[in-house]
């Protein structure tokens, strides 16, 4: 069914890095949200009425919220997709993430005010009255939740969309609530014990964790988060397969939204290359970038001594302390200048985030054990972190 509605209206499906594919995709996944949970609310606000079960308004106006977001989403879609301007040099992606923190809080308010109705229900004895009715549009309600749960992700996947792979989560949940509520009126036609209202409260609480879910999805690339480590690894392997660059470090992504991304990174050459073909070479590697991932490249160039072999067995030296101290530390930018008295050891060391050790800590650590090798070594060592 997914693969027949995209099909159907979005025309060069599989061009994802085009902007105005992937906008059709949001626009498909929202239009579809909207329309479905609307139809849901509807059937459940008359299984509600006609059960005088507080678990099942519960569970419609937490469809009425999920169309709410469908529409923040579609918003946040077609405002993702404005061109940059003037004010906004690196385009609009980020309202994507924002749409969905706006969407997270509605549905959390939403938890919060059927839970406090839940509560109520439990103190007013209410009796709830069994509907064969109200149990078949609850568990087609289940069916439709399950396919919208399949359709986002796969969606959301595609796209890679933040918003999309959280309506699924929620869609999900939705099924889990859902059924909570199908037994809790199997429970009270069977046994006259009525847990409506816990079980309301039970569907408030899955509510507010899914739109609290939903914030944490969306804070998260807004604040920067680290970028995927397969992305990492291959833009390090194109790089490197460029003959004459020799090394690559303090690489960083940044993230305006899905398809507005700057990649920057320190590209190591030889020392003795000639600067115009050096200089060539890192404007060839820029483009090439540029084209295969649809986004920003800026290369800073780093000439490193690579032929001299006092220095390269000073940094192989240097390079197995600091992998003594812990695996996860490397270095690079490695230089040497000789003296009568001292040779200077001079390089940065990336220590990972979290470390056991401060960066005080392991600059000394490093340096006293070079010195212990050769009271020569004197270690001019910067920590950057990775």
Same mark, same amino acid.
């Given at each position: 069914m997914t693969g027949i509605l995209v099909k159907l209206f979005i025309k060069d499906s599989e061009n994802i890095k085009d902007a105005s594919v992937r906008q059709k995709y949001g626009y498909l996944g929202s239009c579809t949200g909207i329309a479905l949970n609307v139809l849901l609310f509807l059937g459940k606000l008359i299984a509600g009425l006609i059960s005088g079960a507080i678990s099942v308004m519960a569970d419609a106006f937490n469809n009425l919220s999920d169309a709410g977001s469908s529409i923040m989403? #579609?918003?946040?879609?077609?405002?993702?997709?404005? %061109?940059?301007?003037?004010d906004h040099p690196f385009g609009h992606g980020r309202m994507e993430y924002i749409s969905g923190l706006v969407i997270s809080f509605i549905i959390m308010m939403m938890g919060l005010e059927l839970g406090k109705s839940s509560v109520s229900k439990i103190f007013a004895h209410e009796e709830m009255e069994f509907s064969l009715l109200t149990i078949v549009i609850l568990i087609c309600s289940v069916l439709v939740k399950l396919w919208m749960g399949c359709f986002n992700k796969k969606l959301g996947t595609k796209i890679n969309s933040t918003a999309m792979k959280a309506a699924a989560a929620d869609s999900i949940s939705d099924c889990v609530a859902t059924t909570a509520v199908i037994i809790a009126m199997l429970v009270s036609s069977l046994t006259g014990v009525n847990i409506d209202g816990?079980?309301?409260i039970l569907v408030a609480v899955f509510i507010f964790w899914s739109g609290f879910n939903t914030c944490k999805d969306s804070v998260?690339? #807004?604040?920067?988060?680290?970028?995927?480590?397969?992305f990492v690894d291959e833009i390090v392997d194109t790089a490197m397969s460029y003959p004459n660059i020799i090394g690559v470090h303090d690489l960083l992504v940044h993230d305006y939204g899905v398809g507005n991304m700057v990649i920057s990174f320190h590209a190591e050459v030889p020392c003795q290359m000639d600067f115009m073909e050096a200089h060539e070479l890192i404007d060839a590697v820029e483009d090439d970038m540029k084209k295969k991932y649809k986004c920003a490249v800026s290369i800073h160039m780093d000439p490193v001594a690579n032929d001299d072999e006092e220095t390269n067995a000073a940094k192989?030296?240097? #390079?197995?302390?600091?992998?003594?101290?812990? %695996?996860? #530390?490397?270095?690079?930018?490695?230089r040497m200048t000789k003296g009568e008295s001292r040779n200077n050891l001079i390089?940065?060391?990336v220590v990972p985030f979290g470390f056991r050790l401060s960066d005080k800590e392991v600059a000394e650590e490093i340096a006293d054990k070079l010195s212990e090798i050769d009271q020569k070594y004197f270690a001019v060592i910067s920590v950057d972190k990775g």
């Open positions: 989403s #579609l918003v946040g879609f077609k405002m993702a997709g404005k %061109e940059a301007d003037e816990y079980v309301g998260t690339p #807004l604040l920067g988060s680290k970028p995927e480590k397969e192989e030296m240097t #390079l197995g302390v600091v992998k003594a101290i812990d %695996e996860r #530390l490397s270095i690079h930018d490695f390089f940065d060391v």
